[in-house]
């Protein structure tokens, strides 16, 4: 038989995958006219133990749930950011949430950014879209440590300069002397005013200087991006083990038990969100 012990250390298990716990929304911003980033606080004054790379299953109580990336370093305090499209029923929800309102967390679940595989190697950040929330968690990190790492380049991409997520942190990474970064657009329509690239983040590859055998390339990005993005890399003579990607799936209990994630022998929600690009291999139609 069980002991009483033995069931307390399951039941609080079980507790930490399945029951949310509250936090407060501080503040809420406006990123894009569909995008808005959500600063909390979980109301028992506890850290929220994520990395970068992370994802925290997001509750509206009486709509349900939905994964959300972390978009903050824990280097930079207790608190928690997440970046969150207006997409449907739950994140809609989300968008009318002021500050002082409750909400529940699940999480922090999922792989990490390997950082202290990336620590003395030089770094090449791909990111597309709403890409940008996840790998600014890492970049912040990297930041506050630069010295354990080579050089840094962040590549950025965006359908238009409206949809430019957190364009503060994109100009101070722009004029940094620690980073270089560049962001591109794929159109720009007349009477907008655009100081960057024009044309896809593929094209900002093949000018880059990368020694293959020192760099590690982290690409996050919508779907179609990951191709035309690893095909770049590759010529750029990366081998599979430097090349590390996050992907989304959809996803209901984000802990491995559902199913609803799988991608072959692999589940996205807890073998994942990021993979080394070997790891993926035999899994036809993953990226
Ligand atoms: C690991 C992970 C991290 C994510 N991080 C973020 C993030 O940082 N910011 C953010 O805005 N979104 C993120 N997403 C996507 C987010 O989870 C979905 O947009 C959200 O679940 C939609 O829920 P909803 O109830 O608002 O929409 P629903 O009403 O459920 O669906 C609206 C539309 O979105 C589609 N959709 C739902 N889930 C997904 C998904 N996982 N991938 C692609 N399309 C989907 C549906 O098919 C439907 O067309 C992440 C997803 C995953 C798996
Ligand atoms: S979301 Fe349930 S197994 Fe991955």
Redesign the pocket.
């Known amino acids: 038989m069980e002991s009483p012990a033995n069931l307390r250390v399951r039941n609080t298990l079980t507790e930490t995958l399945y029951e949310p716990f509250i936090c407060r929304v501080l503040s809420v911003q406006d990123l894009t006219p569909a995008?808005k980033v959500f600063h909390l606080v979980r109301e028992d004054g506890q850290t929220f133990g994520h990395q970068p790379g992370q994802?925290m299953q997001v509750s509206i109580f009486g709509i349900?749930e939905?994964?959300?990336?972390v978009?903050s370093s824990p280097t930079r305090g207790s608190y928690l950011e997440?970046?969150?499209?207006k997409?449907?029923?739950?994140?809609?929800a989300m968008h009318e949430l002021r500050s002082g309102d409750a909400i529940g967390l699940r999480g922090p679940f999922?792989t990490a950014f390997d950082v202290p595989a990336m620590e003395g190697q030089d770094l090449v950040l791909i990111s597309g879209g709403?890409g940008l929330?996840?790998m600014r968690a890492l970049i912040q990190r990297v930041e506050d440590r630069r010295e354990d790492f080579g050089e840094v380049t962040i590549l950025y991409g965006a359908k238009s300069p409206d949809d430019v997520l957190y364009k503060e942190d994109l100009a101070m990474w722009r004029y940094s002397d620690a980073l270089r970064c560049h962001v591109t657009v794929d159109h720009v329509q007349g009477g907008t005013c655009w100081d960057g690239h024009l044309g896809l983040i593929t094209e900002l590859i093949p000018p880059l200087e990368v020694d293959p055998a020192r760099t590690v390339a982290v690409v996050v990005g919508p779907p179609v991006m990951y191709e035309f993005v690893v095909n770049a890399l590759r010529k750029k003579g990366l081998s599979d083990e430097r090349i590390v990607l996050s992907l989304?799936?959809?996803?209901k209990c984000g802990v491995g038990k559902c199913g609803h994630c799988t991608m072959g022998h692999l589940y996205?929600c807890v073998d994942g969100?990021v993979f080394r690009l070997d790891q993926l291999q035999n899994l036809q139609d993953v990226i």
């Open positions: 995008e994802f349900g939905a994964p959300i990336s978009s997440l970046a969150v499209r997409a449907g029923t739950l994140t809609a999922g709403c929330a996840p989304e799936r959809h996803m996205c969100p």
